[in-house]
């Protein structure tokens, strides 16, 4: 019975299905996933998103999204509020579809770079060699070229040259983007003009390869290198800034080392280089090149979107720039619209109502941020103005803001205040400035500045052109006492009162260093000449008394002797009288490349009256000697300023008659290049 009962519990123990039901592994399992499935179906409920009220999230506080008020703002005694909108958060709609076609343009160009460069495969080429990426001549240096007038050759800049392509190293933009007829897509192998016909060993002013930082800020070429870049910095602000004042000068130079979507707008940059570049031997084959490249960069600005992107102080500058070097090479259908630009850019700003007491018109950009940036707009608009003028009585074509809509018109006010002294903006140095009316009283042109006083001799031939060019149904001009004449005493005695009230820090020769101040001068001589040659073509005509021919023949040959006084003072240094040089002896003009441009006009306006009076007298040398002496200067100047040769074309057909045929055929000599100028005068008025 023992054994029976033992084997009992043993078969018990070994009989599985006698115990008492314990949970297999399958049923582990079942239980498992039963458990875990409740656990999913909690996760796929969605959790409500806590959302951080607007305090919280300004202060970046942890925030329990308690309503009305959360945690966090009821301990520390807030006002709890909530933003009823949820801000989307990512990019912008649409925003990476437009890096993925950046990025396809980028490949494309890049493609047809490699395939260009690629040499043709064939059968005996060596596998080995194959392999080898495509060789790059551009970083091959040679030290062959140099350039036409005998200075540095390329590997003396410390730069890269330019490669043997075009007017530009990489494919510019197509005529959709830049404008019909201004980029083209293709462009001709060979720039003799531009100097650029270098050879394939040669290297790039510009950089090689596309990098992120062109395709985020859409340009289409490498920027040239930073070596160049800073060099042409200085070369602009040391040479050029002291004509163009428009730009603070360290604010531009520390924006340069800013972020790349923070610094200034590559147009404004290209400007800036091609004015440089044109006032440096060193990088005068290049300045075509950045001219170019700042207008294509302007014209895409007003093709995006609805034209928003043309609308700032940067672009109003870079317009003016561009027209400066339009005006000074020639280009004058070009730089007449240039200069219309910039002026509407700035009435469009509201750039003519910076001091004025309240503003009635849409404001289109922000405020100014401090008294610098308003100084720097101040000189944008009058910078604009001033081309206007200028540009006008060089071609007689119509000013793009009238001079009778002054202050005191109720059509177009100008409510800008004159611009300050160099040193007080340059060193953000608060100062108060005063209206354009009030530079004819002792006080107001005590404290003119030079960029002032350019200003208000612009102003002047403002008027001389509106007294000129736009007679009046009054006017009357064979009665002395109509309004004609009038208007000729009155701008003759502003004039004569604007030689009295010069300021002392305005004359010369104390302020021979200055091109501003060498302007002003001129320009007041200028405007002399011009008023009483108009005055001499009415008086002529009409048969009026002698002795006011005679008095308007003696003011414009004081005024040219005074010119010519001033063209030695900057060539000699000296301050002497007039007296008779050598034959067609050139002026040296030391500071030739920090002149004014337009000054080109003053030197042409007072070669006339000598050709006037040599004309009339045949026999007086001296005069003779003092008209070859300003043709010798505008040869000179012309070196840098084209803008004489056209000038010189003129006088070159002014002399015709004069028995001078050897200075005519001279001067027909140096002005081969031009062959129809486009300032014949035949019409004193014009002049």
């Not at 006011?548 to 002797?561: E, K, P």
Request: proline share 7%; aromatic share 8%.
């Amino acid at each position: 019975m023992a054994n029976m009962q033992t084997s009992e519990d043993g078969s018990f123990f070994n009989d599985l299905a006698r115990h008492p039901s314990l949970p297999t592994s399958g049923s582990q399992n079942t239980s498992a996933a039963n458990a875990t499935g409740v656990q999913d179906h909690v996760a796929d409920v969605p959790k409500p998103k806590r959302v951080a009220c607007a305090i919280c999230r300004k202060r970046k506080l942890k925030c329990d999204g308690g309503r009305p008020k959360c945690g966090t703002c009821a301990r520390l005694g807030h006002n709890c509020a909530y933003d009823e909108v949820r801000r989307k958060s990512g990019p912008k709609r649409g925003y990476v579809k437009e890096l993925e076609a950046r990025l396809a343009q980028v490949e494309t160009q890049l493609k047809t770079k490699t395939k260009e460069k690629r040499p043709s495969m064939t059968d005996e080429t060596d596998p080995n060699e194959q392999c080898q990426p495509p060789p790059n001549p551009v970083r091959e240096s040679s030290s062959e070229y140099a350039f036409p007038d005998g200075g540095a050759t390329i590997d003396d800049m410390g730069v890269t040259a330019a490669p043997p392509l075009t007017y530009f190293d990489v494919p510019m933009a197509s005529a959709n983007s830049a404008g019909q007829g201004m980029m083209p897509d293709t462009l001709p192998e060979t720039a003799p003009d531009l100097n650029l016909n270098l050879n394939l060993n040669q290297t790039s002013l510009f950089d090689d390869g596309m990098t992120w930082e062109m395709v985020g800020l859409g340009l289409e070429e490498p920027l040239p290198t930073q070596e160049a870049i800073d060099e042409l910095n200085d070369i602009f602000f040391d040479s050029v800034h002291s004509t163009i004042a428009v730009l603070h000068p360290y604010r531009h130079r520390a924006s340069m080392n800013l972020a790349p979507h923070m610094r200034p707008p590559v147009a404004l940059r290209y400007a800036t280089w091609a004015l440089a570049a044109n006032s440096s031997p060193k990088y005068q084959g290049h300045k075509e090149i950045f001219y170019r490249r700042a207008r294509k960069y302007l014209e895409n600005d007003e093709m995006k979107g609805l034209g928003e992107s043309m609308v700032s102080v940067a672009n109003c500058q870079s317009w003016i720039m561009v027209s400066m070097f339009e005006f000074q090479h020639m280009y004058f259908p070009r730089a007449w619209a240039s200069v219309g630009r910039a002026v509407r850019l700035a009435v469009m700003m509201g750039l003519n109502r910076l001091d004025g007491a309240g503003l009635d018109v849409k404001q289109v950009i922000a405020p100014p941020r401090d008294w610098t940036e308003r100084e720097e707009r101040r000189r944008t608009f009058w910078m604009a103005y001033c081309t206007d003028r200028y540009a006008s009585m060089g071609t007689g074509w119509p000013v793009a803001v009238d001079e009778r809509d002054s202050r005191y018109s109720s059509e177009f006010q100008i409510l800008t205040n004159l611009p300050t002294h160099e040193e007080n903006f340059e060193n953000s140095i608060e100062q108060a400035t005063m209206p354009l009316s009030n530079c004819m009283t002792a006080e107001g042109a005590s404290n003119l500045s030079p960029f002032a006083g350019v200003v208000f001799n612009a102003h002047i031939f403002g008027r001389n052109l509106a007294h000129l060019h736009r007679p009046g149904p009054d006017d009357e001009d064979d009665n002395l006492q109509g309004e004609f004449w009038k208007r000729h005493r009155h701008i003759d005695n502003t004039l004569s009162k604007t030689l009295l009230l010069l300021p002392t820090h305005l004359r010369l020769p104390k302020g021979i260093r200055d091109p501003n101040i060498i302007f002003i001068n001129m320009s007041i001589h200028t405007s002399t000449i011009c008023l009483h040659q108009a005055a001499l073509f009415k008086l002529e005509q009409k048969k009026l008394p002698q002795a006011l021919i005679d008095q308007s023949r003696t003011r414009c040959y004081l005024a040219a002797t005074e010119i010519v006084k001033i063209v030695k003072m900057i060539s000699y240094g000296s301050c002497g009288g007039v007296c008779t040089v050598p034959s067609m002896q050139r002026p040296r003009i030391d500071h030739v490349f920090q002149m004014n441009p337009f000054i080109a006009f003053c030197l042409y306006v007072c070669a006339r009256v000598f050709i006037q009076v040599v004309k009339k007298s045949p026999g007086q040398k001296d005069v003779r000697a003092l008209l070859e002496f300003i043709i010798g200067a505008m040869q000179q100047f012309k070196r840098i300023n084209p803008l004489s040769e056209s000038f010189l074309v003129q006088l070159s057909l002014d002399l015709q008659g004069t028995g001078m045929d050897c200075l005519q055929q001279k001067t027909a000599e140096a002005t081969s290049t031009v062959s129809n100028p486009l300032f014949v005068v035949s019409d004193p008025r014009s002049a």
